[in-house]
């Protein structure tokens, strides 16, 4: 299975920053990543913690729909239990339209907890009703009949959509992390899975018995999951060297892990790092991390080994972050589509193999050069000009193909 490749802005941003300019850039890189040739990207929906810009993502991604051409664009994810299904459906089906067709519907139940208490929703229901929000909405884009439906937190009476989608049917995800929460609702419904978790030493650990939990939800309720619609959140920055990465990282990447993780989110367990090279290593260096800062050969090797870990995914999604500085930021995407994307997929080998077949079998080509000689000889004048000729020792009057080794 070769991985699709996308992007999955939260976004991070480091407060401070004027917001209208950080929407206008993250902008700017779904424009960047669907000329590289990104096949997806998402954005996310939060309302707090001032690090994030997006509060829906709906909104964003139809700006970025008039701004691109290929790419897809996915809700990373609307939380469900934030708002009325009834609603959700038909801003999704709005989305597909307005992206000719590219949009992916993802779904959570709500990260931050600052959002949830804001809006006054017990945690303990976000879950419940994130998987009774996706059958609802599932019924609407699939063009049911109308129907009615009620619960504690919302009714719909004779509801049916107006416009459906474009996508028959609608590509749909749910965001995992450590709970098998997101994975039984993936097999559940039959949709794909948005594995954030995978960023955590926890998540890595339990990638593999995650998907397990997508396969036995699946067959108890008469679905199926396919490892095509399973994405897989890394987190990279890359330059031409791992010095520069490093160097590069001095910008942001303590202060991402220091202010946002553990000051504002108080993620179990994280704790202070003293410094970048200190943030580096508990990050980066740790074996089976899915986080590389360093150069795009460290970034393949990483991606295939969290592919033999898991059994095969079919996206890699790169967590974008502000852990260099926006030009900084921008080479390393480029790099991963430059080097880690055809490496992944294969393209490069053909030409690798091309070359060795030249080099390894020089004898086979011998005979054009002989050709050309025997023309030349034909002619006097030609030869005179070419003995006239100064050229350096060993070299040929056939360049391509030619080893000085042969004179």
Known sequence: MTPRFGAFLAPHHLPGESPTLQLQRDLDLAVQLDRLGFDEFWCGEHHSTGWETIASPEMFLAG??????????????????????????????????????????????????????????????????????????????????????????????????????????????????????????????????????????????????????????????????????????????????????????????????????????????????????????????????????????ELVARIREMHDVCGGFGAVIGFVNDWGNPEATAKSWDLVARYVMPEISGMIEPMRASNRHVIEHRDSFAQAGRAVMAKIAENDRAMAALAKTPKPKAQSPIAAHHSPLED
Not at 124 to 153: H, N, T
Not at 177 to 186: I, R
Not at 233 to 250: C, G, I, K, P, S
């Open 64 to 297: 970025a729909a008039m701004r691109t051409h290929r790419i897809k664009l996915g809700t990373g994810v609307v939380s469900l239990p934030y708002h009325h299904p009834f609603n959700v459906a038909q801003r999704i089906v709005q989305l597909d339209h307005m992206s000719n067709g590219r949009a992916i519907f993802g779904t959570g139940p709500g990260a931050l907890p600052s959002d949830a208490h804001t809006l006054g929703i017990d945690p303990m229901v976000q879950r419940d009703r994130q998987d009774e929000a996706i059958g609802v909405i599932k019924r609407l884009l699939d063009g049911e009949p109308r129907f009615s439906y009620e619960c504690d937190w919302f009714e719909l009476h004779d509801a049916a959509l107006q416009i459906l989608p474009i996508q028959k049917p609608m590509p749909m995800t749910t965001a995992s992390s450590v709970s098998p929460s997101g994975m039984t609702l993936a097999g559940k419904y039959g949709i794909g899975v948005l594995s954030i978790g995978s960023m955590s030493t926890e998540g890595i650990q339990s990638l593999p018995l995650q998907w397990s939990f997508a396969e036995e939800s699946a067959s108890k309720h008469g679905q199926t999951v396919d490892r095509a619609d399973w994405r897989v959140l890394f987190n990279w920055h890359l330059a031409e060297t791992r010095e520069q990465a490093e160097r590069d990282v001095e910008w942001g990447l303590l202060r991402w892990h220091n202010e946002y993780n553990v000051d504002t989110l108080q993620r179990p367990g994280a704790k202070h790092f003293a410094d970048t090279a200190d943030a580096i290593n508990g990050l980066a260096r740790v074996d089976g991390s899915a986080a590389v800062i360093g150069t795009p050969d």
